[in-house]
Structure formats: structure tokens, C-alpha cells
């Protein structure tokens, strides 16, 4: 493979890696504070891409204000889920919680659905990010460029919230002992709701820039994506933030270059994501990370 | 000997739950593994149990070496183990969990249990007996079809107790059988514990606290504090110990 | 013997009115009974591993998309296949696959086995959920591959003409068989063990029970009646194609079994009957909607909303369901005991 598709790759795999970063570290937070494995979370990425999209072409706002409405909109979806579903839920049997979140997940899905009719949605990208540059015969556009960087920027905040403020310093005791942190004062319904927070901006922002690399949008578009972007965070390491973007720049550059390499086996480019997940599985449970949670069971 | 632990440590991270102890305990023993709390004592019997691996040293029954066994195996050697906090099976019948025990000795293969072979009939019908004569033993046959958490606290031990019976033990591993039991009940405790040991011909290795109960019971203690053995011999002369009332103090139940 | 005086009875009956069925009623209500057996076999499968022994699968979709696509290749005859594989020619083996009913549905079981074992074997040695997420990207890499290997499956297009050569003996007696089956290792045990698993795993392991074999046990047996289901249901529907085994399937099985009580086999036939055929009813949903002379037009997929709200109900208030972890037999059992 010569330098200059190689480049055009890198290009498409760090776009690619970025977004399902975003999603991953919605996951692998949930699973840090809750244990659980949040599937509506996939429907909230659904659910950003979707308001921007209301945003953008039925009230004609600026980006900007689609951005803000949409992350707005997910944070409360995330919430929400939380407070209705999970939260009476948080003494009971794991499975009861799991089937639970499926039940959201489906609920989102069809919800959207019956809202918007038909199944795909073309999303409105502005003018702007649709510019083909040219540098050097490497062909992209601006949102192969915005997208890394904005996600750079994300993460360094996420960062600095999680080891310098004391909140951050809350979820990771959190995601340790849960019970150890309530007896300490901390309003441990607080933190979580925090979690949610963050970790549905952080998939909104995904859905919009996927919505802007593929402008079509559909219900359903979160169960795939989603699942992909759970298994990134199984690969990195379930429970780190770090693992979670490893895991997700690692599963978007091995998908693309899978698909440079054998364009003819184009199909099973979905296939990458449960490959990762099975081989972690049988590798290395704890993820490339190795957060090991495995707290005093007996 | 029928269970030896040989300069057996353990660390978790940077904390040293337990620090080069060895010990042994004789068939048909009662043996007490007593200490102030958080002196290690759950955590050797994982490490018997084969739930934790040992840092360090060996675990041998019979001579064989278990160390490094997977807890379910160690069962069918013959070591059987009831919990603090007792764990029964919430959605079964007290006889339904006594026959769990009965697991690994009740033979029958998964496809004869689709095809109702005759060996299921036969090997059921064996357990079934062996279990009923066990909750005779040990007064619980009155519950036998109820769900086994619903009964009280006392019998609920009752039916831990039991259902590690049931697989069969050489060696029984019982944490802190007595807890939360008034004194009639621990002293009704103790013959079943005696009785049990001469019936079934095993030997107990158990956690307590009840000083007065370990007394009565034990013919041997290992007292731990902080990890590391602070003594080892009878019980009468533990009482005295300057090391244990040192290690005890203001955690001792007089006897 | 009491026991199985019953029993005989029990199935008697049950053939009885599969007879009257078959012989008395219309098509629509045959088609509907058709498809309330095949999805009691599908059920009381799911149950097994869902609710017997408490680990949340979502393997259903996967595995019936397994049977239904190895029983219709093998029923096909090797004209038929020559004649509806239209975007490559069928492989040899594909062409050599030629078998009667039975052996036809043995072998969608088998085949659904062994890709069961296979996941098994990575997913049960580890702690955690992980099944859950493992068997919901399995659904969709079975899709993945049934459109992306056209030499094995004819692709996205699918197959269709197959036989029709099934009807409500068929699917009602395949239903009663696995019933049986299910019972049968229910009551004993390897059923003891899977609940053992359920309740308390660490304690289970505690007791010198192999975990990981019994969940094994469990994920296989599922496996293999969802993929006779699979099967009966490919001739059920005579065509088939990627499409059709979306998680929407998965998700119904989950209502179904949730609703009649995870863990009960009889919750689960109970459920069947009250989704399926409630289904039907449903599907006023989907269509224009008039409530108190207000026309609220159509919308599809109204229906899918209803059920998860459902499911999202009873997981929140009604937890056990409608029969707990309950038998039906087990009401009747604290009666003479009161006697």
C-alpha cells in the first residue's frame, strides 16, 4: 500500500476511531459506576443525531444550535432512562436491570420510529462540511479534520473532570466500591446521574459527527454502531476511560483498513467488532487496560 | 493429617491478609480458627476452599496437593464449606438444596436425565434417601418441601450445615456457625456438631467467635491476629496466652 | 405412577385437540396455532437459559436464523436449488444436502449446537455479562453472513418454495416433545444445578458444582430446539431470507418468557399464548388509530412501542411475571399435600 492511500486511511480510521470513542466511554462509565451494561446507549447516540437533524431541517437553526439542543436532549434521555428504569431497579437481580435497559433500548428505537415514519432519514450537512480538500492528492473533508480534533478537546476535559475535580474523583471511587463511597457522604444517585450525563453528551456529539461523515440516519442506527462501540470499550479494558478510546481507535482503524485491504470482503466489516470481543474474551477478559473488578465474592 | 497448610501468605495488592502461616488438623478434629475480626480467618478458609489462590505455600488434604485446585474440584476431594452470611438457594425447597450438595455424587448423565434412563430413577431415588436421613439427623425433616429461606435463622444454619453434608465431606470448613445464636442454641449447636462428626466420621475446621462455644467444641485453635499465627494448641491454654488477651483485648467474649 | 397416568393423560389431551384442530378449524386460525406451537418450542428453549439458569442471552434471532436456513437447504431438492440461487451458483455441498424432514430438523439442531458450543466456550469462562452482548452481535453476524456468502444462502434474496409439507401435528407434537424434554431436565439434576447457578453461582461452585458445564448445558439445549424451530418455522413461512431473523424476534421471546415468569416452563407456553395471539390483536396498532371519534392515524410501529412499554412495566412492578418461577404442576402438588 503506497503512502498516500495509507494517508487517506489513517485519515478515515482516526475519524472512524474518534466517534466510537465517544460512544464507548458512555458504556464503559455506566459500567464502571453500575456494572451494567447500558444498551439504551446506543439510542441516545440515535437520539443526538436525531434532534440535530429536527434541528437542522425542520427548524432551519445554525449547527451550533443543533449541537447544543441535541446534547441537551440526550443528556436528559440519559437521565431519564436512569431515573425510571434503573434506579428502581438498583437492588434487584442483575438479569431483571439488563432485560430492562433492552426494553429502553427497543423503546427508544420504535419510539423514533413511529415518530418520524419510514425508516432512513437524509441528514442536512452543512455546506461547509461537505468542501472536498485536496492536499497533496489525500481527499478530504473539513469533517474528517473537525471531528479528531473537537474529540482531542473532549477527552482533555473529560480527563481533567475525572482526576481533577472532585466529582471526577467521586465517580472513580464510585466505580470501585459503590457502597463504601455512600458511607462517606456522597450522594452516590448524584454521581451516577453525572455519569449519565456525560457519558450521553459525549454519545450525542458521536451521533452528530457519524450524521455528518454518513448523512443517513435511521432508528436502528444505534443498535449496530452501538454494539460496536461496547465491544471498543471490552478491547481497551470495560471500566477505563482510556481503554475506552483505545478500543475504539483500534476497532476503527482495523475496520477501515480491513476494508482498503479486501474491498471485496466489504460485507463483513461488521463482523471486526464481535471478532475483537471473542478474542478478548479468550485472551484477555480484563481488556488491553485490565481494570480487574473482581471485588471479594466469597 | 488430614489437612495441612504449609507457610501459606497471602497479599492483596499492598495489604498482607495472611503471613506464613502453617498449621495442621487431624482427623476427626474439631478444630477452631479463631481471631480478632479481620485477622484473616474467611480468608484462609478461600484459600482452602480453593476460592483464593495462595500468595505463597500449600494447601495438602490427605497429602494431596489442592493448592492450586478450582474450588467446585476441591468438593468432590471432600471439603465442604458453609458461609458467614449463609447462602442458601432462594428459589428451591430445603430438600432441593441438600440434593445440589448431592451433585457430584448423584450419577447420571445428561442424556439419560432427557431419556428418563432407569440409572435416573435409581440414583435419585439414593440421594433422596441419603439427604431425608441427613435432615433426620439434624432436625429439619419437618421443612423438607419449604422454600428453604423462608425458614428461621437458626434453621436456616441448620440447612447450610446440612446441605455440606450432603456432598459427602471428609472435612467440613464451617464460618462462624454460631452467629447470631443465643445461648441454648449454641449449646444445642455444639452436640450437633459432635454428633455429627461421630456419625459421619469427618472432621470440622471452623471460624467463631463465641469463646464459651470454641471452648465447649474445639480440642484445638489456631488464633490469628493480623495474619500471622499468635498461637496454636488447646483451648484452655489459649485463654491464658499473653499474645491472645494482648491481640483480643476489648474484642474478647469471656469464657 | 400416579405421575404418569398423568402425563399420558396430559399428552392425550393435548393430541386430542391437535387433532380437532387440525381437522375442524379455519386456515388463519390454523396459521395462528402454527405459529403459537413454534414459538412455545422457541420459548420454553429460551427459558432454559434465561430463566432456569439466570443468564441473560439474547441468542434466539441467531439461532432459529441457523435452522431455518440449513432445513430449508436440505428440503430443497437439487433442481430447486439450481433454480433459485441467482446470484452465484450453489456450492457442492450445498447441492449434496438433501434430506428428509426429520433429519432435516436433527440437524438444524445440531448445527445450532455446535455454533452454541463454540461461543460457549469464551463467554462462560469469563465472568460477567458478557453473554448478553456476545449473542446480540452473533445475531447480526449471522445476517452478516447469510448476505454475504450467496453460495450457501442465495444472499440477501433468500429462499423460497419450500415445502410445505408441515401442519399442526407437526409443530404441536415437535412443541410437546420439547416441553417434555425441558421438564425432564428441569426435574432433575442438571435442572437442580441451572437454578443452583441462577440463584447463587458462587455458592453453587462452592457446593462442587461445575458452573461453567451447566451453563454450557443449558446454552446447548436452548441452541438446539431454537434451531428446530428455526426449521419449522423456514416451512412454515415456505421463504426465508436475512431479513426476517431481526432482533425483533429475540426481543418478543424476551416479553414472552418475562411476562409468564422467567423461569417457568409453564409461564412460558402461558406467555406464548397470551403475545402471540395477542399480537394479532395488536396489530390494530400499526393501523389508523380512531379512539372516541378522534382519527389518530396510522403508525407504524406502534406496536413494537406498546410491547416494550410492557416489558419495561412488568420489569419494573411485576417482576416474577405471571406464574413466578412457578409450574403450573406446582399448585396442584401444594394442594394434595394440604389434603
Known amino acids: 500500500m503506497d503512502l498516500l492511500t495509507f494517508s487517506q486511511q489513517l485519515i478515515n480510521g482516526i475519524g472512524v476511531g474518534s466517534m466510537y470513542a465517544l460512544i464507548a466511554i458512555g458504556y464503559t462509565m455506566v459500567y464502571g459506576v453500575l456494572r451494567l451494561i447500558n444498551f439504551a446507549h446506543g439510542e441516545i447516540m440515535m437520539v443526538g443525531a436525531f434532534v440535530a437533524y429536527v434541528v437542522l431541517d425542520i427548524f432551519g437553526l445554525s449547527l451550533a444550535a443543533a449541537v447544543i439542543i441535541a446534547i441537551l436532549m440526550a443528556m436528559l434521555t440519559g437521565v431519564l432512562t436512569d431515573k425510571i428504569a434503573y434506579k428502581p431497579l438498583r437492588k434487584a437481580p442483575r438479569i431483571s436491570l439488563l432485560i430492562t435497559a433492552i426494553g429502553i433500548s427497543f423503546f427508544l428505537q420504535n419510539m423514533v420510529n413511529v415518530i418520524f415514519g419510514g425508516a432512513t432519514k437524509s441528514f442536512p450537512v452543512p455546506p461547509f462540511f461537505d468542501k472536498i480538500i485536496d492536499f497533496n492528492g489525500v481527499i478530504f473533508t473539513p469533517t474528517a479534520v473537525i471531528v479528531p480534533i473537537i474529540t482531542a478537546v473532549l477527552l482533555v476535559i473529560l480527563l481533567y473532570v475525572l482526576y481533577k475535580t472532585k466529582y471526577g474523583m467521586a465517580i472513580r471511587a464510585l466505580a470501585f466500591d459503590i457502597k463504601a463511597v455512600s458511607l462517606m457522604g456522597v450522594d452516590a444517585n448524584k454521581i451516577i446521574m453525572l455519569v449519565f450525563i456525560i457519558g450521553s453528551s459525549l454519545a450525542a456529539v458521536g451521533g452528530i459527527f457519524w450524521a455528518l461523515s454518513y448523512p443517513i440516519i435511521t432508528p436502528y442506527m444505534g443498535m449496530m454502531i452501538g454494539l460496536k462501540a461496547f465491544a471498543a470499550a471490552v478491547l481497551g479494558g470495560i471500566g477505563s476511560v482510556g481503554g475506552a478510546v483505545l478500543g475504539g481507535f483500534i476497532l476503527g482503524f482495523t475496520e477501515v483498513m480491513f476494508i482498503a485491504f479486501y474491498p471485496e470482503m466489504g460485507g463483513y466489516k461488521d463482523a471486526i467488532a464481535f471478532i475483537f470481543l471473542i478474542l478478548v474474551l479468550l485472551v484477555k477478559p480484563t481488556g488491553i487496560m485490565g481494570i480487574n473488578f473482581e471485588k471479594s465474592r466469597f | 493429617m488430614i489437612l495441612e497448610l504449609k507457610n501459606i501468605s497471602k497479599h492483596f495488592g499492598g495489604v498482607k491478609a495472611i503471613s506464613e502461616t502453617s498449621f495442621g488438623v487431624k482427623k476427626n478434629q474439631i478444630f477452631g480458627l479463631i481471631g480478632p475480626n479481620g485477622a484473616g480467618k474467611t480468608t484462609m478458609f478461600n484459600i482452602i476452599t480453593g476460592n483464593y489462590n495462595p500468595s505463597e505455600g500449600e494447601v495438602l488434604l490427605n497429602g494431596k496437593n489442592i493448592t492450586k485446585m478450582k474450588n467446585y474440584k476441591i468438593v468432590r476431594e471432600g471439603v465442604a464449606r458453609t458461609f458467614q452470611n449463609i447462602r442458601l438457594f432462594s428459589s428451591m425447597s430445603v430438600l432441593d438444596n441438600l440434593l445440589i450438595g448431592m451433585d457430584h455424587v448423584t450419577k447420571y448423565t445428561y442424556f439419560e436425565t432427557i431419556f428418563r434412563f432407569p440409572r435416573y430413577f435409581s440414583a435419585e431415588k439414593r440421594s433422596k434417601e441419603y439427604v431425608l436421613e441427613i435432615m433426620k439427623n439434624l432436625g429439619i425433616l419437618e421443612f423438607k418441601d419449604e422454600l428453604a429461606t423462608s425458614l428461621s435463622y437458626g434453621n436456616q444454619r441448620k440447612v447450610e450445615i446440612a446441605r455440606a453434608l450432603a456432598t459427602k465431606p471428609n472435612l467440613l470448613l464451617l464460618d462462624e456457625p454460631a452467629a447470631g445464636m443465643n445461648p441454648n442454641e449454641t449449646k444445642e449447636l455444639a452436640e450437633l456438631l459432635f454428633k455429627i462428626r461421630d456419625e459421619y466420621d469427618i472432621t470440622i475446621l471452623l471460624i467463631e467467635h463465641d469463646m464459651k462455644f470454641v471452648n465447649h467444641l474445639c480440642d484445638e485453635v489456631l488464633v490469628l491476629d493480623y495474619g500471622k499465627t499468635i498461637f496454636q494448641g488447646d483451648i484452655k491454654d489459649a485463654i491464658v496466652d499473653e499474645e491472645v488477651i494482648k491481640a483480643y483485648l476489648g474484642d474478647f467474649k469471656h469464657a | ?339
Open chain 3, 1 to 339: 405412577m400416579n405421575k404418569n397416568i398423568r402425563n399420558i393423560v396430559f399428552i392425550g389431551l393435548a393430541f386430542g385437540f391437535l387433532f380437532l384442530a387440525q381437522n375442524s378449524l379455519d386456515q388463519y386460525t390454523i396459521r395462528v396455532l402454527n405459529n403459537i406451537a413454534i414459538f412455545i418450542i422457541l420459548a420454553v428453549s429460551y427459558n432454559l437459559i434465561n430463566g432456569v439458569t439466570g443468564q441473560f442471552s439474547l441468542e434466539p434471532n441467531g439461532f432459529v436464523a441457523i435452522g431455518a436456513y440449513v432445513t430449508s437447504l436440505a428440503l430443497l431438492s437439487e433442481d430447486m436449488k439450481w433454480e433459485l440461487f441467482q446470484l452465484e451458483d450453489p456450492s457442492p455441498l450445498i447441492l449434496a444436502l438433501n434430506l428428509d424432514l426429520i433429519p432435516a430438523l436433527f440437524l438444524s439442531g445440531i448445527a445450532a449446537t455446535v455454533v452454541a458450543l463454540t461461543l460457549a466456550f469464551p463467554v462462560f469462562r469469563v465472568r460477567g455479562d458478557y453473554l448478553a452482548i456476545v449473542t446480540l452481535g452473533f445475531g447480526f453476524i449471522i445476517k452478516v453472513v447469510a448476505i454475504n456468502s450467496p453460495e450457501f444462502t442465495n444472499g440477501a434474496i433468500g429462499l423460497n418454495e419450500i415445502p410445505s409439507i408441515i401442519n399442526l401435528y407437526w409443530t404441536g407434537g415437535i412443541a410437546i416433545i420439547t416441553i417434555m424434554v425441558m421438564l425432564n431436565i428441569i426435574y432433575s439434576k442438571y435442572g437442580r444445578a441451572m437454578k443452583a447457578v441462577r440463584d447463587d453461582e458462587d455458592a453453587a461452585a462452592a457446593i462442587g458444582i461445575n458452573t461453567m458445564k451447566i451453563k454450557t448445558y443449558a446454552f446447548g439445549t436452548s441452541a438446539f430446539f431454537e434451531g428446530v424451530g428455526g426449521g419449522l418455522l423456514a416451512i412454515l413461512l415456505t421463504t426465508i431470507s436475512p431479513d426476517l431473523f431481526q432482533f425483533f424476534l429475540t426481543f418478543q421471546l424476551l416479553i414472552i418468557i418475562v411476562l409468564g415468569g422467567l423461569g417457568s416452563m409453564s409461564g412460558a407456553i402461558v406467555g406464548t399464548i397470551i403475545v402471540i395471539g395477542g399480537t394479532e390483536w395488536l396489530r390494530v396498532l400499526d393501523g389508523p388509530i380512531t379512539l372516541f371519534g378522534t382519527d389518530y392515524g396510522a403508525h407504524p410501529g406502534l406496536r413494537m412501542v406498546v410491547f416494550s412499554i410492557i416489558l419495561i412495566i412488568v420489569m419494573l412492578f411485576a417482576r416474577e411475571g405471571i406464574m413466578g418461577k412457578k409450574e403450573l404442576t406446582d399448585f396442584f402438588k401444594k394442594k394434595k399435600d394440604q389434603k
